[in-house]
């Protein structure tokens, strides 16, 4: 046979394989990624230097005034961390974070595998409310929500007193206990929906065929959801639980609205609250400042292990 002569032949070169050319990086998306990383560098990097050098300065009422700032380094996270209303704070805000988001979380899922089980209308029904309670501005939700548990008129407890509790002028922001489970079912009320959307987005992407399958080798509801379903979105329940655990620990209007309407301060600030009482309240900015670097630190202690897993599961 006639040996083929084209161009396209392979050439073998007489001292070995020639050496492979390293594929260029491409410049451009990290050009077009400049404008938006300086505008977060000047927006987020400017405050944060800020409340970091405010916190080691003393920086009160008569700072704001034009009398220069003193430089006392790390005595304000001394005195602010030997104070146990500190640590007491920084508990109750760590457990209702992550109960929150929990309960956050369940629901939402509980919610979504609704929204994907039910039919057209039903679903239409479903998002439209949600859309409604999540687009809701927060003054005006909370307004709602307090006069729902107002001791005196109501609703919920004309209701309770209706199935027989007697829970006439029953104040549910007078005790701590209470306050949260309020604030708890206030929070949860605003953050399902994300929830919800999110992990519905992420259902839609499951194929059909596939839970058609194990449904037909035997597969319960229940198997097909924690062994296809939860894996299959389990990188977006990742994010929305890493996003709602820093929105939680970081709740401020619904709990400072709360306690406008009666609630004792002392026992139920959390980071937030208090953050807002030390500087505004007090005019102790620096003590102030010292405790936001704490809770930026704090978040970043909390999301570390959430930001690590989906790296690693990115890679």
């Not at 929105?247 to 609630?263: K, N, P």
Request: net charge neutral.
């Amino acid at each position: 046979m006639t040996a083929l002569s084209s161009p396209a032949r392979t050439q073998v070169a007489p001292d070995g394989p020639v050496p492979l050319r390293r594929r260029r990086t491409p410049v451009a998306p990290y050009l077009l990624l400049v404008p938006a990383v300086v505008v977060l560098l000047v927006a987020l990097g400017y405050p944060v230097v800020w409340q970091f050098v405010t916190s080691m300065q003393k920086f009160g009422l008569a700072q704001q005034f034009g009398k220069p700032p003193e430089f006392v380094g790390l005595a304000n996270y001394a005195q602010l961390f030997s104070d146990p209303q500190t640590w007491a704070v920084v508990g109750r805000s760590i457990a209702f974070c992550l109960v929150n988001a929990a309960i956050t979380v369940v629901i939402g899922v509980l919610v979504a595998l609704l929204m994907n089980a039910v039919g057209t209308v039903t679903r239409l029904v479903l998002q439209v409310a949600m859309l409604l309670a999540w687009a809701m501005p927060v003054i005006a939700s909370m307004t709602v929500w307090i006069w729902l548990f107002d001791w005196h008129r109501g609703v919920i407890n004309w209701l309770l007193t209706q199935f027989g509790l007697d829970f006439t002028n029953h104040n549910w922001l007078e005790q701590p206990l209470s306050f949260y489970f309020v604030a708890t079912v206030v929070v949860v009320w605003m953050s399902v929906p994300f929830v919800a959307f999110s992990v519905y987005a992420g259902l839609t992407q499951i194929s059909d065929e596939v839970l058609e399958a194990a449904q037909i080798d035997g597969a319960t509801a229940r198997q097909r959801f924690f062994a296809i379903i939860l894996p299959m979105i389990r990188p977006v329940l990742m994010i929305v639980t890493l996003l709602q655990v820093i929105w939680d620990l970081r709740v401020f209007a619904q709990i400072r609205m709360l306690q406008d309407a009666g609630a004792p301060l002392a026992e139920t600030d959390l980071l937030g609250t208090y953050i807002y009482r030390l500087g505004v309240g007090a005019s102790d900015f620096a003590m102030a400042s010292a405790l936001s670097v704490f809770v930026l630190v704090l978040t970043v202690a909390l999301s570390f292990f959430y930001v690590l897993h989906l790296m690693k599961e990115d890679s």
